[in-house]
C-alpha cells in the first residue's frame, strides 16, 4: 500500500504543485490550507509523514507540530520553511520535526528527503514489531549466524521445554545472560505464569533473605506488616537469580531447600510455604574454583548446574559482530529520530578486528555513541573509540599494502570532496554548501548535472 502523505501549506500553488509531483511519484496524497484543516484530518486519518509550512495564516507551524505528534507520534514531519534562520529549524527539529527544507527548494531534493523519512517511518515499524516479538518470545530478538549462535539457540530450546529443571547461565558480562533466561520462561510451558527476576549482588544478606522468602510481622525493625517474598510471587512461573555468584553462604543452604522441596518459611516464621517454582540462576563467575575455594556450596552448584548454558563471548563469534552492528545502528537511528547512516567502508575491518572484552553490550554501546556522533549521516572512524582504531590498524598492517594511486586532478579531488561532505549530512544540499562556504547553485555546478541525483 503506498505511503500516506499530508501537505500543510497556504500557498495553493506549493500545494498543487508538489501535490502532484508526489502523487506522480505513487504517493496518496491529501491536502490543508490551514492549521485547522491540518489537525481534522489528522484527527480523521493516519499520516505517514506530514509535509508542514511554518507561516499559515491562522497559527504558526511551530505551535502545530507538537498537536500533530500529540495525535500521532509515529509520523514523521517536514517542515517548509522561507525563512533559513538557523534558529527556526533549529526549533522545528527540537519539538519534534525529522527534518527541514528551505522554500524555494528543487522537487528532486524534496524526493531525495522525503525518501529517506519514509526508509526512516519503514524502519521504525519494523523496530516495533520486532519488540513485540522479543517480548513474546526474546530468543526471537537476539541476532546472530554463526555455529555458535546457532547452537546457543537450539540448546535454548530444549533447556526451556525441561519442565521444572533448574538452569544455571554461566558467560561473561555482556552477553546476554538475562535475555536468555527469559527466552527459557517464554519458551516453556510457564510462559503465561510470572516471571520475576533479582540481582543476588544488589542487596545485603539481611534484606536478601527478606526479598527472597519475605517475612512476617515484627520479624525484624520496621517489619510492621507480613510481606511475601519472591518465591511466592514467582509461584507458577519463573525466578530468575542473577550474579548467583554473590550468594551469601549462609543463604547457599536455604536456596538448596528450597531448589530440592519447593517449600520454605517466610523470616520470623514457623509454618511451610509450598510453591512451584523453575529456578534460573546464572553467573559471570568461575563456580567451580569458588567451589574448589569454599565460597561457593558444591551440593548448591551441581542442583543448579543440570541445565548448563554457555554464552560464548563475542570474540569468539566473529561472524555475528557485523549482523549485531547492523541491528544496533538501526535501532539506534530510530530511537534518536535520524536517518539511518551508512558506514565507512573501513568500519567492519574494525569491528571484526576487536576483542570485545565488554561483549554484544560494549558493541552497542559504540554503536549508538556513533550513531550520536555521526548526526545521521555516515559512520567514519573517528566516531569509534580509539581501541578500534588500534585494532583497525593492525587488521590493515597484515594485509597486503595497496597498489600506489597516483594523484587526482584537481576538479576530481574537490569533487570527492564536496561528495564526502555531502555523504556526511545525509545528501542535504543546503547544508553541504553551508559548511563549504559556496552557495548551492556553485554546489551543484562544480558536481556537473550528472550529479545533481547523487
Known amino acids: 500500500m503506498p505511503e500516506r502523505l499530508l501537505i500543510v501549506e497556504d500557498d495553493a500553488t506549493i500545494r498543487i504543485t508538489v501535490g502532484g509531483f508526489l502523487e506522480r511519484l505513487g504517493y496518496r496524497v491529501e491536502r490543508a490550507e490551514d492549521a485547522a484543516g491540518a489537525l481534522e484530518r489528522c484527527r480523521a486519518e493516519r499520516y505517514d509523514l506530514v509535509l508542514l509550512d511554518l507561516r499559515l495564516p491562522d497559527g504558526n507551524g511551530l505551535d502545530l507540530l507538537p498537536k500533530l505528534r500529540d495525535l500521532d507520534d509515529t509520523a514523521l514531519v517536514i517542515v517548509m520553511t522561507a525563512y533559513p534562520e538557523v534558529r527556526t529549524a533549529v526549533a522545528a527539529l527540537k519539538a519534534g520535526a525529522y527534518d527541514y527544507i528551505n522554500k524555494p527548494f528543487d522537487l528532486d531534493d524534496l524526493r531525495q528527503l522525503i525518501e529517506r523519512a519514509l526508509e526512516t517511518h519503514r524502519l521504525r515499524h519494523e523496530l516495533r514489531w520486532r519488540r513485540a516479538q522479543a517480548e513474546v518470545c526474546p530468543i526471537e530478538g537476539m541476532i546472530g549466524r554463526s555455529p555458535a549462535f546457532r547452537q546457543l539457540v537450539d540448546v535454548t530450546h530444549k533447556i526451556a521445554a525441561a519442565g521444572r529443571v533448574p538452569v544455571l547461565i554461566r558467560g561473561e558480562s555482556g552477553t546476554g545472560k538475562e535475555r536468555v533466561a527469559r ?85 520470623g516464621g514457623h509454618k511451610e510455604q509450598q510453591v512451584d517454582v523453575r529456578f534460573v540462576a546464572a553467573s559471570n563467575r568461575d563456580l567451580p574454583a569458588m567451589v574448589k575455594a569454599g565460597r561457593f556450596r558444591e551440593d548448591l552448584y551441581y542442583r543448579l548446574n543440570v541445565g548448563a548454558i554457555d554464552l560464548p563471548p563475542l570474540r569468539a563469534r566473529s561472524a555475528d559482530v557485523l549482523p549485531l552492528a547492523e541491528h544496533f545502528l538501526q535501532n539506534a537511528a530510530i530511537d534518536l529520530g535520524t536517518a539511518m547512516p551508512a558506514l565507512d567502508p573501513r568500519i567492519p575491518a574494525m569491528l571484526e578486528a576487536y576483542a570485545w572484552p565488554g561483549n554484544v553490550r560494549e558493541l552497542r554501546n559504540v554503536i549508538e555513541r556513533a550513531v550520536i556522533l555521526s548526526g545521521g549521516a555516515i559512520v567514519l572512524p573517528d566516531h569509534l573509540p580509539k581501541e578500534l582504531a588500534g585494532a583497525g590498524a593492525a587488521s590493515e598492517a597484515a594485509a597486503p599494502a595497496p597498489e600506489p594511486r597516483l594523484p587526482l586532478a584537481l576538479d576530481d579531488a574537490m569533487r570527492a570532496h564536496i561528495r564526502r561532505v555531502l555523504a556526511s549530512v545525509g545528501g542535504n544540499k543546503t547544508v553541504a554548501a553551508e559548511l563549504l562556504g559556496i552557495t548551492r547553485q556553485t554546489l551543484r555546478a562544480k558536481l556537473g548535472t550528472a550529479s545533481d541525483d547523487d
Open 183 to 267: 527466552a527459557i520462561h517464554c519458551l516453556s510451558a510457564r510462559a503465561a505464569g510470572p516471571w520475576v527476576a533479582i540481582n543476588c549482588s544488589a542487596l545485603p544478606e539481611g534484606l536478601l533473605e527478606s526479598e527472597l522468602f519475605g517475612h512476617e510481622r515484627g520479624a525484624f525493625t520496621d517489619a510492621r506488616q507480613a510481606k511475601p517474598g519472591l518465591f511466592e510471587l514467582a509461584d507458577g512461573g519463573t525466578l530468575f537469580l542473577d550474579e548467583i555468584g554473590d550468594l551469601a553462604l549462609p543463604l547457599q543452604p536455604k536456596l538448596l531447600r528450597a531448589l530440592d522441596t519447593q517449600r520454605f518459611r517466610r523470616v
